[in-house]
Structure formats: C-alpha cells, structure tokens
C-alpha cells in the first residue's frame, strides 16, 4: 500500500467546563492513520465503512447494479474509494480498531449494510465482545430491487469491558431520516451518531471516526461535548468536513445537513427522561 500524504486540521472547542477540546480531522488512509493514534486513545469508535459488499454480492440481470456512476464524472467511475470485502481486509481493519482502543472505557459502533453484514459482520466477534445489533430505520424508503431498502445495521461492541451505556432503557431499533440530495454521498443524519455517543461517552471523552465522509460523527461529537479524531482518505470529503466543522463553530449552523432528522413527535435519546 503506498502512503498517502496527510494534511490535518485540528480545530478547537470549549467544553461548558471551560476547558478546551480538539476536533482533528485528517486526510488520511484508515491504516495510516489507526496506526498513527496512541495505543488506547480512544474512548468511542463509531463509523459507516465504504462496504463493497453491495457490488460483490447483488447480481441482477448481466451484471453490476451499483458503481454505474461514470456518467457522474467521478474518478474510476465511482464516488469515493470502496472498502474490499475481504476477510483479510476487514481482520486487519478490526485489529487497527482493537488497538487504537481504551480497553477499560471502549466501546464500537460499526455500521454495515445487509450484504456485508453477512459476510464481515461475523468477525467483529472475534476482536470484540458484540453487546447487541441495532437496526437504523431510516423512515424514508431508499432504492432497492428485491424489497426497498430502508434500513441499516450497527453492531454495538465494547473492548471487553464492562462500562455501561448511559440509560438501559434506550431501544436498539432508531428511527432517523436518511439525507436524500445529501452533500457528501452516504452522508448519515447527524442524530444516527449523537445516538450512538450520548449512550457510550461522557464530556472530555475521545471519538474517532475513520471514515468520516462529511463529518457528521465530527458534529456529533462536539454537541456532545467531546474530543474528536478523524479521517478521510478523499480530498474532497476531507475539504467538506474542515468547512463544515469550521462553519459550524463559528456560525452554531450545519450548512450540510442543515434540516434536523428526527421524526416530529417522536422521542429521541437526549430528550430524556424515557
Ligand atoms: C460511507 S462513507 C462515510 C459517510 C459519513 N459517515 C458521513 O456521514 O458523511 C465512507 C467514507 O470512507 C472514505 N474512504 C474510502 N476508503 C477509505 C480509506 N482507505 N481510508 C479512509 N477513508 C476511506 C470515503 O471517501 C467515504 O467518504
């Protein structure tokens, strides 16, 4: 694998304690940069891989449904680099998370969609101890050929420890919109991942996504009053991120996803009490 150059930005907040957090977004490889963090720096992973498995294992007529994006004009024809669904790929991927961390507050949410949840999800078991599948149901329907897809998996896992989530009553089944004309394509709602912090992590706490597209764990992470490490291996996601992180500490507005994603009427986490 050849290395790729990083740039970095590390953008500052305040916490309502007065004290200073750092959001570090990086234009980087996900090897490159899991191997770069401190071993067992991080409190919380969260992250939604640019899974192949859709293209490997949804055949339909001569061939390939997804990846037909050239007439888009991307670079090789799709949007941004896949994730190979290989096993080797994927335990090396697991290994890089294991280290990077805190065995003694760990946890990992790992999103998957159906194809690669049944060829890598499997695995997670083996590097981590799997607390529970939750099941992202994304209220409006999305495209599909055998049943239209409107939902997504993440695997909740903590690095053998037995710290708790916030609130045992919080459900496995969240109900947010997908982004549709979305900025960054497979853009998550902002909320999917305030969900997954506000359970696992406590002011001054680390998260890191290394994938982050657009930035929304980024967002998450800084209305939970966290620290923040992430990276990109695309140029132009990484751009999108640093403006969007940049924007929304200066103005308090998300210009990429600028509608919220809730449900109207509906109860979401950080409205307690359930
Ligand atoms: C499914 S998208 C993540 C979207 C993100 N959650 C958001 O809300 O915008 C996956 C991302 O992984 C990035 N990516 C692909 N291969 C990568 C690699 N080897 N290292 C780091 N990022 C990679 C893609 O550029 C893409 O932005």
């Not at 970095?8 to 200073?20: A, F, M, N, P, S």
Request: proline share 4%.
């Amino acid at each position: 694998m050849t290395k790729q150059k990083i740039k970095r930005t590390v953008l500052k907040h305040q916490l309502l304690t007065g004290e200073k957090a750092t959001l570090k977004l990086e234009e980087n490889d996900v090897f490159q940069f899991l191997k770069s963090l401190k071993p067992g720096s991080v409190d919380v992973l969260v992250t939604d891989p640019p899974y192949a498995g859709m293209n490997q294992y949804l055949k339909l007529g001569k061939g390939r449904i997804v990846g037909k994006y050239a007439d888009k004009g991307k670079e090789d024809g799709k949007w941004f680099k896949e994730f190979a669904d290989t096993e080797e790929n994927y335990r090396t991927f697991l290994e890089a998370c294991q280290r990077a961390i805190n065995p003694e507050t760990g946890h990992l949410y790992l999103m998957f969609d159906s194809y690669s949840m049944l060829s890598l999800a499997p695995l997670v078991r083996e590097y981590f101890e799997v607390k529970n599948m939750i099941t992202w149901d994304k209220v409006n329907i999305g495209m599909g050929h055998y049943f239209r897809r409107r939902h997504e998996f993440i695997i909740f896992a903590t690095h053998g420890n037995t710290r708790k989530i916030r609130n045992r009553s919080f459900p496995d089944v969240w109900r947010f919109k997908r982004q549709h004309r979305a900025a960054w394509p497979t853009q998550k709602p902002v909320e999917l991942f305030q969900a997954m912090i506000y359970a696992s992590a406590e002011p001054g706490f680390t998260v890191c996504d290394p994938f982050m597209g657009s930035g929304s764990a980024a967002v998450a992470a800084l209305l939970n009053e966290c620290h923040f490490v992430g990276c990109d291996s695309s140029d132009q996601a990484y751009k999108l991120a640093v403006k969007r992180l940049t924007g929304f500490l200066n103005t308090g507005k998300d210009f990429v996803q600028p509608k919220s994603a809730a449900v109207a009427g509906e109860k979401i986490f950080w409205e307690e009490p359930l």
